[in-house]
């Protein structure tokens, strides 16, 4: 077996797994976030999965103070306090280790590296290839031929391995052992290791690859002329410190011993344990080969007062340092019920006079638990399969739909009288989706809707909600799996239609029973987080009104669409032509690391050229577009990469989704997923179609009406975003700009510049409109600046300028956040909660981003909440008045209707007036919708 020892830099490695996935993070049900814990798991998995290593430790630093610490009391001084979630998780991250048999190393008095250091060189003596895993530079300088820094993928990166070669050209060196001379030059940053000052990487390569050592570079400090010579004369005690700070210690009293570092047996009850508290169920199936299941037993809160620091809001100002009230809920998470071990009683109705008789007892109930079983998951292009209703908890009954469509719409008929009743309540998990199958079979439900995934997503807006997730955490009760029934997904997967009526008819009751017995935990819920209004006036009614749109779907251009293709196709191979002709070599210009070396090697367009991670040239969009002014050959990389992008993702796709049926494609809208409240869109994803370029505008020109008497109607709001952030503020200026019709962003400019509205310039008015822009989305002085390409000093002044004009925006900022570190949370106009539990962390990136959401929140959720009331009332008014016209698409503020052109002067003020009234605004800020006519999509936008 080859000789292989991986030592792990655990906190390295934690810390990068938690700020991995902070935008979208992983919330148990208990509330605790498993970032972290989850990221560290998958690290291990790799390593030990791909790499194969016969040995492996983890190394992890302790509290007790260093030998740096006491040569040095800053050392480390400046850096952030860790997250509270990611020191929670660490107890957690050793008990996963230990389950994995692989021992956790730490030594009072060193840091981690020292420990892997010291390890590192007694396995490499001892004949071991050794891979130090971690993404700390610094251990450069342990590298040999027998030992190597193993840098873990990052975000979808590749993973890096460097030895001596690629050390010395990461730091423009000759010999590892120039690392920490280099770090003593330049000091370093993260660690507050102060190097001397004016000295950075460059300068400091460039003086070691003259004088080879920092002493020698000390020693001749005199023959250093200059500027240079005087800072490297200045900070002689800071380097001298600087390189012992730096420097690794290789003599930590630890033994590499061969044995207990060997991998072993996992110990699978403590895994079993660890990933069940932390519900890492894909984790747990994979490595064990087993299903966990979680839920809550019992609950107590827990009071804790937490003291932060100093606190700004996004335009720099201190505000108070309040002291946070955190009300956490501790969770015991047990093994779930099951239909094995829970009574219950689901019964198979059959024949027309069982029908008949469920018929009368479901109509003598006041609410109806529905759930229909199908063919496929596509409710547009699906067979029913069969119905489950339940109208007490552990009770239900299944209908079958036979494959004779015929006979399935007869037992449907005889169903008519209850789906008509409009006094009646139906309970559904994802209800549309059922709604949706019956309207294709003639049916639809007259009664009002209560759907336990909405009721869940405005209890709690962040998380996944299926109803396995549901019931484990709210019931304690594990549901039976589809694949159970129908095998995993694949080749030789079924579908319900195959599966005997006794096994059937206990998952569909189930089914409907366990979404009673949801909506029974989530009505108390509704009203103890007050946010039954939002539930009941915005998102249950939008339900029966996405039904309908979906169902509709929209006409695609096909034709225009093959042409469209060719057009693309011709002009980004053009685009790739060109750069090949300016770069003067062929290469592969999707690959980014081949064209990172073109650009920056070859024809060295930027000296300063950054690398990702991965130790290639960053590429991105951003970076590409400073450089466009330089050299025409960025023009033509950015257009074949737009070509290509809307040809595949956009031209070449639509086709591919029109529904075999109908011939149009239906995309469906997905109520439950942004914490903002703002719908999304998926197969296709019509939120997306691109807007901002003439050639991304081109393809809403496939998007038509459904014959020759239709046109289509786009109505949208005017800026609405800004009106809400005037409203919510109360901003006297801003909502006086708004009551006059002026111009938002010349009246901002006027008032910014100090000039009257008819001197604002085309460039004043841009940067006004980057500026109001950017106060949705948290921008300061330093991403206005890289935003206009403007000094950060300009930037600043816009922005002081701004504050002072309009100085109710700064106030709502500071309350808002305020209002989040006392409530815990943010709402919207509505009463659409979001929770921001980091909004008190003690670490300054995680509470920024927390304090960006909580400003942010309230307005775009505001903006949604007003589009879902407007796409109500509209549709409401077009049943009332029994309009032909039909609306089919909204994409975030604007609604596309398909109307009958003799409706057309009709529906217009119909639909401006119900866009305007859904949600008046406060201190008389005005709400403008516009409408406009075409024959296609972009000729009525």
């Known amino acids: 077996m080859e000789k292989k020892v991986f030592l792990l830099d655990a906190m390295a490695l934690i810390f990068r797994a938690y700020y991995a996935l902070i935008r979208n993070p992983r919330i148990t049900s208990t509330g605790k976030n498993t970032n972290a814990q989850f990221g560290f798991t998958n690290t291990l998995l790799e390593l030990i999965n791909n790499q194969k290593p016969s040995h492996m430790a983890v190394c992890f630093d302790t509290e007790a103070p260093t030998e740096r610490h006491t040569d040095f009391t800053d050392y480390k001084a400046n850096r952030q306090e860790a997250p509270e979630d990611l020191i929670i998780a660490i107890p957690?991250?050793?008990?996963?280790?230990?389950?994995?048999?692989?021992?956790?190393?730490e030594v009072d008095g060193f840091e981690a590296d020292d420990v892997v250091g010291t390890l590192s060189k007694q396995a490499a003596a001892a004949g071991y290839?050794?891979?130090?895993?971690t993404p700390d530079k610094d251990y450069g300088q342990l590298v040999s031929e027998k030992i190597k820094i193993y840098k873990p993928g990052y975000q979808g990166g590749d993973v890096e391995i460097m030895g001596p070669e690629q050390v010395c050209e990461k730091w423009n060196i000759k010999d590892v052992s120039q690392v920490i001379d280099i770090l003593g030059l330049?000091?370093?940053?993260?660690?507050?290791?102060?190097?001397?000052?004016?000295?950075?990487?460059?300068?400091?390569?460039?003086?070691?690859?003259?004088?080879?050592?920092?002493?020698?570079?000390?020693?001749?400090?005199?023959?250093?002329?200059?500027?240079?010579?005087?800072?490297?004369?200045?900070?002689?005690?800071?380097?001298?410190?600087?390189?012992?700070?730096?420097?690794?210690?290789?003599?930590?009293?630890v033994e590499f011993h061969e044995e207990d570092f060997k991998l072993k047996e996992w110990n699978k009850d403590a895994l079993r344990e660890v990933f069940g508290e932390l519900e890492f169920k894909t984790v747990m199936k994979r490595i064990l080969g087993e299903e966990i299941s979680v839920a809550v037993n019992e609950e107590t809160t827990v009071i804790s007062k937490t003291t932060v620091g100093v606190q700004t809001d996004l335009f720099g100002n201190a505000v108070s340092k309040p002291e946070v009230v955190v009300v956490e809920k501790e969770t015991e998470v047990i093994v779930g019920k099951n239909i094995l071990n829970t009574p219950h009683e689901y019964i198979a109705v059959q024949g027309t006079n069982e029908i008949d008789e469920l018929v009368k007892k479901l109509l003598a109930a006041e609410e109806v638990c529905f759930d229909s079983e199908t063919t496929g998951l596509d409710a547009n292009d699906v067979e029913l399969v069969?119905?489950?209703?339940?109208?007490?908890?552990?009770?239900?009954?299944?209908?079958?739909?036979?494959?004779?469509?015929?006979?399935?719409?007869?037992?449907?008929?005889?169903?008519?009288?209850?789906?008509?009743?409009?006094?009646?309540?139906?309970?559904?998990q994802n209800i549309k989706y059922d709604l949706l199958v019956l309207k294709w079979y003639g049916h639809e439900l007259k009664g009002e809707i209560f759907d336990t995934m909405l009721a869940h997503y405005v209890i709690e807006p962040d998380g996944k909600r299926s109803m396995d997730q549901l019931s484990a955490q709210y019931l304690g009760y594990e549901p039976v799996h589809i694949e159970e029934l129908i095998g995993k997904k694949g080749r030789g997967q079924t579908n319900m239609r195959d599966v005997e009526l006794d096994k059937i008819k206990e998952y569909a009751?189930?089914?409907?029973?366990?979404?009673?017995?949801?909506?029974?935990?989530?009505?108390?819920?509704?009203?103890?987080?007050e946010v039954e209004k939002v539930f009941r006036e915005v998102e249950s009614p939008l339900v029966k009104v996405l039904t309908d749109m979906e169902f509709e779907g929209v006409k695609i251009d096909v034709d225009f669409l093959n042409e469209y293709s060719k057009e693309l196709d011709k002009f980004a191979k053009e685009a790739e032509e060109n750069v090949y002709k300016q770069a003067g070599v062929r290469f592969n210009l999707s690959s980014p690391k081949q064209l990172g070396e073109v650009l920056f090697e070859k024809l060295k367009l930027d000296p300063k050229a950054k690398k990702t991670r991965t130790g290639q040239y960053a590429t991105g969009e951003d970076v590409l577009l400073k450089l466009a002014s330089q050299n025409k050959i960025v023009d033509d990389i950015l257009a074949y990469r737009e070509l290509t992008k809307l040809k595949s993702t956009y031209v070449d796709a639509l086709p591919e989704m029109i529904n075999r049926k109908t011939g149009r494609v239906h995309t469906s809208y997905a109520q439950a997923v942004a914490v903002t409240g703002r719908l999304a869109s998926t197969n296709p994803n019509l939120q997306n179609i691109p807007i901002r370029t003439d050639r991304g505008r081109e393809i809403r020109k496939a998007f038509i009406p459904r014959n020759e008497e239709h046109v289509l109607i786009s109505a949208d709001y005017s800026q609405i975003e800004l009106r809400i952030v005037a409203a919510i503020s109360g901003d006297k200026n801003m909502c006086e700009a708004f009551r006059s019709g002026i111009d938002i962003h010349t009246a901002t400019a006027s008032k910014v510049y100090g000039v009257d509205a008819a001197d604002v310039t085309k460039e004043m008015r841009y940067k006004a409109k980057s500026v109001n822009f950017g106060i949705i989305y948290g921008q300061g002085a330093f991403g206005l600046a890289d935003n206009l390409g403007i000094s950060r000093t300009e930037a600043k002044e816009i922005i002081d300028n701004y504050k002072k004009e309009f100085n109710g925006i700064t106030k709502y900022m500071d309350e808002t956040v305020k209002f989040a570190r006392e409530k815990g949370y943010v709402e919207t106009l509505m009463g659409r909660k979001r929770w921001l539990r980091d909004i008190g962390s003690s670490n300054f990136t995680v509470r920024a981003f927390a304090e960006r959401n909580a400003i942010n929140s309230p307005i775009q959720g505001t903006a949604a909440d007003m589009i879902k009331m407007a796409?109500?009332?509209?549709?409401?008014?077009?049943?009332?008045?029994?309009?032909r016209s039909k609306m089919i698409l909204q994409v975030h503020d604007e609604l596309v209707f398909d109307a009958v052109k003799d409706e057309v002067e009709i529906i217009k003020p119909v639909i401006l007036e119900c866009m305007q009234d859904a949600m008046p605004l406060p201190n008389g800020v005005p709400v403008i919708a516009e409408v406009g006519v075409g024959d296609n999509w972009l000729e009525a936008h």
Request: aromatic fraction near 8%.
């Open 186 to 253: 330049m000091g370093d940053a993260v660690d507050n290791i102060p190097g001397i000052a004016g000295v950075g990487e460059k300068t400091a390569a460039k003086l070691l690859a003259e004088y080879g050592t920092l002493e020698n570079v000390l020693e001749n400090a005199d023959k250093i002329k200059g500027a240079l010579g005087e800072k490297v004369r200045n900070g002689k005690e800071n380097a001298i410190l600087s390189k012992k700070l730096a420097t690794i210690i290789t003599n930590v009293p």
């Open 871 to 883: 796409m109500k009332k509209v549709h409401s008014a077009f049943k009332e008045k029994n309009f």
């Open 386 to 428: 069969g119905l489950s209703f339940s109208i007490n908890p552990t009770e239900a009954y299944y209908v079958a739909c036979p494959k004779d469509q015929e006979q399935t719409k007869a037992i449907l008929q005889q169903f008519a009288p209850l789906f008509n009743d409009a006094s009646k309540k139906w309970v559904g």
């Open 92 to 105: 957690d991250i050793k008990r996963i280790i230990k389950g994995f048999n692989i021992p956790c190393i």
């Open 509 to 529: 009751g189930e089914d409907a029973d366990i979404t009673l017995q949801l909506k029974n935990a989530f009505v108390p819920l509704l009203k103890e987080k």
């Open 129 to 133: 290839e050794v891979f130090m895993v």
